[in-house]
Nanobody, 122 residues
Framework: QVQLDESGGGLVQAGGSLRLSCAASGRSFNRYIMGWFRRAPGKERVFVAAISWSTGGTVYADSLEGRFTISRDNAKNLVHLQMNSLKPEDTAVYYC???????????????WGQGTQVTVSS
């Protein structure tokens, strides 16, 4: 059974940093794209970043302005999202997802974690 478990969320002041992690288990993810999405209160789920497990190639949402970095640890089956210079508008539930194509829409992803809350205070 495929399982994606996010961790690392929490409360942080504006300007601070957080590192989210996603532990993937239940199958081989070598051919998968791992993505991070977020859903702010009252808004739709939107793309944040994605990484190819095999090549390490990445793509980011333009709105992030280079503040976030996605990475993977193949040996531990972990995907990380390093978030720096956090802003109150980054407040959202962050979801880890796995899919076969590096698209930026949620429909392209087959597996989802339960999400982890990130709250940025002003």
């Amino acid at each position: 059974q495929v399982q994606l478990d996010e961790s690392g969320g929490g409360l942080v002041q504006a300007g601070g940093s957080l590192r989210l992690s996603c532990a993937a288990s239940g199958r081989s993810f070598n051919r998968y794209i791992m993505g991070w999405f977020r859903r702010a209160p009252g808004k739709e789920r939107v793309f944040v970043a994605a990484i190819s497990w095999s090549t390490g190639g990445t793509v980011y949402a333009d709105s992030l302005e280079g503040r976030f970095t996605i990475s993977r640890d193949n040996a531990k089956n972990l995907v990380h999202l390093q978030m720096n210079s956090l802003k109150p508008e980054d407040t959202a539930v962050y979801y880890c997802a796995a899919g076969m194509t590096m698209w930026t829409t949620p429909d392209a992803y087959d597996y989802w974690g339960q999400g982890t809350q990130v709250t940025v205070s002003s």
